[in-house]
């Protein structure tokens, strides 16, 4: 009896151990500038729940490290760009590249597995489209070449041994899943890198679309399995999977019912993360309750708890730092003041591009006593903090702390703002970095200083909505940065409450699948927020719901219901377009009429609507809409001046008002604004350089396909008068990464006049200086400096060259 109890203990105990965490160890060397190394888990829990902070450890100097962990089953994780499967057990020797995870090296339990894991395609790149190189001008040809990779890939897979079988399940999952991601995203990468103008690229995505989705459809029905939401790319389609299971009438299978709950979790962790406010993330529990899963409804709600254990309105833990002089300093010191914290470090760029805000936000206050500005940094290397501190000539408290001395603030990523008020409270756990115009308004805050500032509330009901639709408000601060709130409807109810400088233009959009979505015929509807208090009233649409409140919101939907006719009108215009009738040049002209007339209408709607209202902030919104991209000053200066000074004067008015001097001048008549930028070789040119010859100033892009159809044309009047006192100077708005399609579309389309470009898009210093917002635009100037012509095409281009170039 004794020896078969001492079998049975032996028996639990072996099951114990076997049940029990195992020790995951890895050791090696990280090649990155940081000196941190993270294993990330990249598992459905990613983003659900708070990472663990002990899988953190530093590097000593020459990169090396060694970190080891408790896991109990295998799973995905991440270091750096590198990913990982870890299984209990594992001891692995690496050499990891943190940018490039090709030229990592594994060794050891577990290497076969992660080896192959070095070449796994970049879901956010378009997976096997690797961000645009693997695009292919024939739709037949981009979808064999997705498909022949992923066969690739699954002959890679095969040749594997040493691995599991549950790791070449998921592995498989993760080749088709990447198949439809690819897929997915032919849409955003073949018009850009083919440069197809749009009427190309819809037919081109017609053609591919009815292609690949007879695969697209095979595979969405084989990967409904909820071990899959171990996969990233997985995770990236999961909704598409949820759908065509609804499709398939199997919107209740076991599987897809745990899907569901993780697009829910994911969705509110997501709200969650984005609201400051602790009472808004504690009213959070009857939403996290729905979700069925336990698995993934306790995750959330640890990650809820952990964002109300501390933040806005606690009062500030203290810490102890080190001053250049090497002298330990409190935070608590300045207990009584408006501390403001921006924590930085050497290596961080985006941190040093923020400097000069932080310096001058701080000289804007260097007279109030009452606002300390403390400079803090995680940097490992002490010396380079101070060399840093002494490059820049840095004025000011300059504080340095190891990040491990801020865990109580949860600092993961820099820059990072920290504002605490008077009573040594947190006032701003996630505050905007120091370039954002917002931090005025809120020091002003909390100095009793708060001028401008009017509170909007909106109060709604929409009464046959789906419990858990969510409802997202956006509008435009002062910095033009979208400013995104976001509310479930529970009861069919929702509150809105927030501050404006002035009255607003505001957007609602109602989402049904539990995040941001904007897609053609989206359910969303305009409105005017500032000092009143809205109501809203609907059923089952927030677009066709009416708001009531004040004059702004009556008027605009007043507007609104008199467009909509003609909105619609256009709309079924658009659905006669089929292949027969696009082929019919007599039916297309007919269309264009038709939707010619619309537009007038439209235009004399918007118009009537602005001289009517000339003291509403909408006829402002209004005005710029009628205005377009490409301003026409003489028709919309009058209409500017005709509203209201209560208009004009507002932010958005004295704004708008900049634009209509910058059109001002560079009007017919006008001396055209000078400037210099670099050209093809890097040598500057000046507009200037040009002067005492007729030049065409010509605004375009690499990927602009109309600027590149219209580029035949220029070509050939260029060649036609350039003997004749006549130049080209072409300003290309390509972006910074996008030098060689620059240089290869000046090359490929002949243009062999001056073309210059600082590479900065619509941020360019001419853009500016002339009112770019669209291309391709294009100024005839006069050998005096003065602009005769604008926005030249085709004909009229060899019209105007004709008529004032003396042969």
């Known amino acids: ?81 590198n990913i990982l499967y870890l299984s209990p057990g594992n001891k692995l020797k690496v050499d990891i590249n943190h940018v490039y995870p090709n030229l990592s090296t594994f060794r050891g339990s577990g290497s076969e597995a992660n080896t192959y894991l070095k070449d796994t395609p970049f879901p956010k790149g378009g997976s096997y489209l690797e961000s645009g190189k693997n695009i292919f001008p024939q739709p037949n040809d981009q979808l064999k070449n997705i498909l022949d990779l992923a066969d690739q890939r699954s002959a890679e897979l095969d040749k594997l041994k040493g691995v599991s079988g549950t790791f070449k399940a998921l592995e498989s999952a993760r080749i088709r899943a990447d198949v439809i991601n690819s897929i997915n995203s032919v849409g955003y990468y073949a018009p850009r890198k083919l440069k197809l103008s749009p009427g190309s690229a819809k037919k081109y995505l017609e053609r591919f679309n009815k292609l690949s989705q007879p695969t697209v459809n095979a595979y969405l029905s084989t990967l409904k399995k909820a071990e899959n939401l171990q996969l990233v790319v997985f995770r990236d389609i999961a909704q598409l999977v949820i759908e065509n299971e609804a499709k398939q009438s199997n919107p209740d299978d076991t599987s897809i019912l745990k899907i569901k709950d993780w697009v829910m979790a994911d969705s509110l962790v997501k709200l ?36 109300l254990r501390y933040g806005n309105g606690d009062v500030a833990i203290d810490f102890s730092a080190r001053n250049l002089e090497g002298r330990a300093v409190k935070l608590s010191d ?75 603030y949860q600092v993961i990523n820099i820059p990072r703002t920290i504002i605490i008020d008077q009573n040594f409270k947190i006032s701003n756990f996630q505050a905007p ?49 979208t400013i995104r709130d976001s509310v479930i409807i529970k009861d069919g109810t929702f509150h809105f409450e927030g501050r404006v400088e002035e009255t607003c233009q505001a957007n609602l959009l109602l989402s049904h699948v539990g995040f941001y979505s904007v897609k053609k015929n989206s359910d969303q509807t305009d409105i005017y927020i500032g000092k009143s208090a809205l109501t809203i009233k609907g059923t089952d649409s927030i677009s066709n719901a009416t708001v009531l409140g004040d004059d702004e919101n009556l008027a605009n939907q007043q507007l609104k219901s008199e467009l909509n006719p003609l909105i619609k009108a256009q ?29 007038l209408k439209q235009r004399n709607l918007q ?28 028709e919309i200066a009058p209409l500017y001046h005709g509203l209201s000074n209560a208009v004009k004067q507002s932010l958005a008015g004295i704004e708008f008002s900049k634009t209509i001097a910058i059109l001002n001048n560079t009007t017919v008549g006008q001396q055209a604004p000078d400037f210099q930028l670099p050209d093809t070789l890097g040598k500057i040119i000046s507009l200037s350089d040009f002067k005492g010859k007729y030049v065409l100033l010509d605004f375009w892009a690499s990927w602009c396909a109309p600027c590149r159809a219209e580029n035949p044309n220029v070509s050939a009047q260029y060649k036609k008068y350039k003997n004749q006192n006549f130049e080209v100077l072409g300003v290309s708005l390509d972006a910074a990464n996008a030098k060689k399609a620059w240089l290869k579309a000046v090359k490929d389309d002949g243009l062999t006049w001056a073309n ?52």
């Open 334 to 408: 300045f207990k009584g003041k408006i501390i403001f914290i921006d924590l930085w470090a050497s290596w961080c760029g985006p941190c040093l591009q923020e400097m000069p805000a932080f310096e001058k936000l701080r000289a804007q206050y260097a007279g109030n006593k009452e606002v300390i500005f403390i400079s803090l940094s995680i940097d490992e290397n002490i010396d380079a903090w101070k060399k840093n501190v002494a490059l820049r000539k840095a004025q000011g408290i300059q504080w340095h702390i190891p990040r491990s001395g801020l865990k109580d």
């Open 433 to 481: 970095v120091p370039s954002s115009s917002d931090h005025v308004k809120l020091l002003n805050k909390l100095l009793g200083d708060e001028k401008g500032q009017n509170k909007f509330t909106i109060n709604g009901k929409l009464s046959h909505v789906s419990q858990g639709s969510i409802l997202f408000l956006n509008y435009l601060n002062r910095d033009n940065k």
């Open 1 to 81: 009896m004794m020896k078969l109890m001492n079998c049975i203990l032996c028996i639990l105990l072996l099951s114990s151990i076997l049940a029990s965490a195992q020790q995951v160890v890895i050791e090696g060397k990280f090649r990155s500038t940081q000196k941190e190394l993270k294993v990330e888990d990249i598992s459905a829990f990613q983003y659900l729940q708070p990472q663990d902070e002990k899988l953190l450890v530093k590097t000593d100097t020459g990169g090396n490290f060694s970190i080891s962990f408790a896991l109990k089953v295998a799973g995905y994780y991440r270091i750096g760009r």
């Open 272 to 307: 969650m993360n984005g609201t400051d406010d602790k009472n808004k993330i504690a009213a959070f529990s009857s939403q996290l309750a729905s979700i069925k899963s336990d698995d993934y409804r306790l995750a959330a709600l640890r990650m809820k708890n952990s964002l």
């Open 607 to 634: 118009r009537a609507f602005i001289l009517k209202h000339p003291n509403l902030m909408a006829s402002l919104s209004i005005l710029k809409s009628y205005a377009g991209p490409v301003i026409d000053v003489q």
């Open 756 to 807: 210059v470009s600082e590479l900065n898009g619509f941020n360019s210093l001419a853009a500016k200086l002339y009112h770019i917002q669209a291309i391709p635009q294009n100024f005839l100037i006069d050998p005096t400096g003065k602009i005769i012509a604008r926005n030249l095409r085709g004909k009229e281009l060899e019209d105007s060259l004709n008529k004032y170039i003396k042969k």
């Open 571 to 599: 709309r079924s215009l658009l659905y006669l377009l089929t292949p027969e009738n696009r082929a019919n040049p007599a039916f297309m002209e007919d269309v264009k009429q038709k939707n010619k007339g619309l537009v």
